[in-house]
């Protein structure tokens, strides 16, 4: 509890930080640009961002009905906004997995099963991640939105670099089980050679183990091909919402003169890739930094201090208040503590 309490003053600290840095220069411009905003197109933005949750819950609910067919659409929806939740407070994301597992298991779905779960539904969202990223550095090659801007270029090819190297090795790992064995032997043999392992032997047995977990959930997704191809086409069409939310948010805030499907799209899309590697809970700094380098390239003046506000706000802040506010409803205190006795048993 201490930590998830730590995580959100420092996201309270950035918060703030943030804030002062976009107001101290032209206070009444932004208040008198955020106060001036057309409610209707807040309203469609708010919605927009309601039709991403729904392709993202569509998209684990089919995974979860493999194991668990009396499993209800709208408990889907309440992992989803937990998943959120403990995502925004914990850094890399690393909080929402322990916590949707935990939730499964109240329903009676084994700790190993949601793991299962939590693998398959990741593997998913990371090839539709994928996916949409090769498309928006064509729409980049094409339209040559960024390839002057050296330092926008450098993070969102580090982020790329980092998703395509996440994705390869869970494909790897999840269907060949030589390679598995190998690797997990190569590097534990490697790091036990200079003294950075004890019971190598332990090691071994432990990460093969886990292994041979990613192997199964892969032969498992391997059976069920249409529930995996429909959960990549939902999670692509979460994240197309997703990317394109910023563009009704300019209609609100009065500054979407130069932009367009294709150049949101691709600066959303490179915004989302390079928040991977910020290890602050929420990538908070960064996605707001990252936010602004793109699109103030198509936005610039107090409209764009306003138009990264209520962006994050939308995407980040009301969505972990909602998830805080679901959890609280269902759970007691108890609960976060369950997760995390669950997270050490998996490790």
């Not at 003046?301 to 706000?313: E, I, Q, S």
Request: glycine share 8%.
């Amino acid at each position: 509890m201490k930590k998830k309490w730590l995580n959100v003053l420092i996201i309270l600290v950035i918060t703030v930080v943030f804030l002062w840095w976009s107001l101290k220069d032209n206070f009444n411009e932004v208040v008198g640009t955020l106060f001036a905003s057309n409610i209707g197109w807040i309203i469609v933005s708010l919605a927009a961002f309601c039709v991403y949750m729904l392709f993202d819950t569509l998209s684990t609910y089919g995974i979860i009905r493999i194991y668990k067919k009396d499993v209800t659409f709208r408990f889907a929806l309440y992992l989803g906004l937990i998943n959120k939740f403990f995502c925004g407070i914990t850094p890399l994301s690393s909080g929402g997995q322990p916590m949707q597992i935990y939730e499964l298991k109240k329903k009676g779905v084994p700790v190993s099963t949601g793991a299962n779960i939590e693998v398959q539904a990741y593997m998913m969202f990371q090839i539709a991640l994928m996916m949409t990223a090769v498309i928006s550095v064509i729409f980049d090659q094409i339209f040559h939105f960024f390839q002057y801007v050296p330092v926008l270029q450098s993070m969102m090819i580090t982020g790329f670099v980092i998703n395509l190297v996440i994705l390869l090795v869970l494909l790897f790992v999840s269907f060949s089980k030589n390679f598995n064995r190998i690797v997990a032997r190569g590097v534990i043999n490697a790091l036990a050679k200079f003294g950075l392992v004890r019971n190598k032997k332990a090691r071994i047995e432990k990460w093969e183990a886990a292994c041979k977990n990613y192997y199964e959930n892969g032969r498992e997704l391997l059976r069920n091909k249409k529930v995996f191809a429909k959960g990549v086409c939902y999670q692509c069409l979460a994240l197309l919402t997703y990317y394109l939310l910023p563009i009704f948010i300019a209609f609100a805030i009065g500054c979407a003169d130069n932009l367009d499907v294709i150049n949101v799209f691709t600066a959303s899309s490179f915004v989302y890739v390079m928040g991977c590697y910020v290890p602050i809970p929420g990538a908070s700094g960064g996605m707001e930094a990252g936010f602004m380098g793109f699109f103030g390239n198509f936005v610039t003046g107090p409209a764009l201090n306003v138009f990264v506000l209520v962006w994050r706000a939308i995407t980040y802040y009301l969505p972990m208040i909602a998830g805080a506010i679901a959890f609280n409803i269902y759970n007691g205190k108890g609960a976060i503590a369950e997760a995390e006795k669950l997270t050490e048993k998996k490790k």
